[in-house]
């Protein structure tokens, strides 16, 4: 498979109850991406993807009922994972490295912590460990992420550095890479949608809930090497989270852009995915 992010065609994962809509590029060991909040397939920067392709055998999807995927659909983290669960098992993968950004970090984590022996490697990309977050996230990230359209301005203050003059033009070059598909795009996410499914969260005081720890316990114990990818100015997910972690996790891996924002990959789409394969490859 060596098709570009930007031109390889929209599969289906017909499943007992729902269509999983997804992508497959590349080639290699199996690399399974969950996405952000009101995120699709086409919400990742292509070069980020297509530079991972180089190495990996890709997947991006769609969760139930939003994007191109069919279903009822729900932001519940449990319900998440078994989307990424049931269209590893329809692609007949054994173990896969599984990795997100934001929610989709809260995904990959999430199944790592449920399957295992599933995983070979957790990447994680602007996100946050399980728990109520000790360093809390800035108001301005959830107020300009509720707006019904996230354009330019938008993006880069959700995703990059709007202080930094480099990081403002990373943030054109990743819009328009993003916006390059042509054709066979994913439906947005229309406001009503994911305002009812933010509604609908349990626990508003962490992206992350883990009452009992259990999830932190298993992370921390370094069965499966963890990378994080952060930059240093996340107003979604500070990088102060993770800080004290790393003398506490057995095998966790922290990796900081700086003057970078919650799309660290997109600023810097080229060493995050060198920086990721680099990981998958040395590290065991």
Request: net charge negative.
């Amino acid at each position: 498979m060596t098709e570009a992010a930007s031109t390889t065609s929209t599969k289906f994962a017909d499943l007992e109850d729902r269509k999983i809509a997804y992508r497959r590029f590349g080639k290699g060991t199996p690399l399974v991406l969950n996405i952000r909040f009101r995120g699709t397939m086409d919400s990742w920067d292509p070069l980020f993807l297509d530079e991972l392709a180089k190495s990996f055998e890709v997947v991006i999807f769609d969760y139930t009922g939003l994007g191109a995927s069919t279903g009822h659909p729900i932001y519940d983290r449990a319900s998440l994972v078994k989307d990424a669960r049931d269209l590893i098992d329809f692609l007949g993968f054994e173990k896969v490295v599984i990795g997100g950004w934001s929610l989709g970090g809260v995904v990959a984590q999430k199944f790592t912590a449920t399957h295992p022996e599933l995983v070979s490697h957790t990447v994680l990309i602007g996100t946050a460990p399980p728990g109520k977050p000790e360093v809390s996230g800035e108001r301005l990230f959830m107020e300009t992420a509720m707006h019904p359209n996230n354009g330019l301005e938008d993006q880069t203050i959700l995703f990059f550095e709007p202080k930094s003059e480099s990081s403002r033009e990373a943030a054109k070059r990743s819009l328009e890479r993003i916006e390059s598909r042509d054709a066979d795009r994913s439906p947005q996410i229309p406001e009503t949608v994911f305002m009812k499914l933010l509604s609908e969260a349990k626990d508003r005081s962490t992206i992350y809930p883990d009452p009992e720890g259990t999830e932190m316990a298993a992370l921390a114990a370094g069965k499966n090497p963890v990378l994080v990818i952060s930059g240093d100015h996340d107003i979604a997910c500070p990088i102060g989270n993770w800080l004290p972690l790393t003398t506490k996790w057995k095998s966790l891996h922290l990796v900081t852009i700086p003057q970078a924002g919650h799309g660290p990959h997109h600023q810097e789409p080229i060493f995050c995915a060198e920086t990721v394969t680099s990981f998958v490859k040395n590290i065991l």
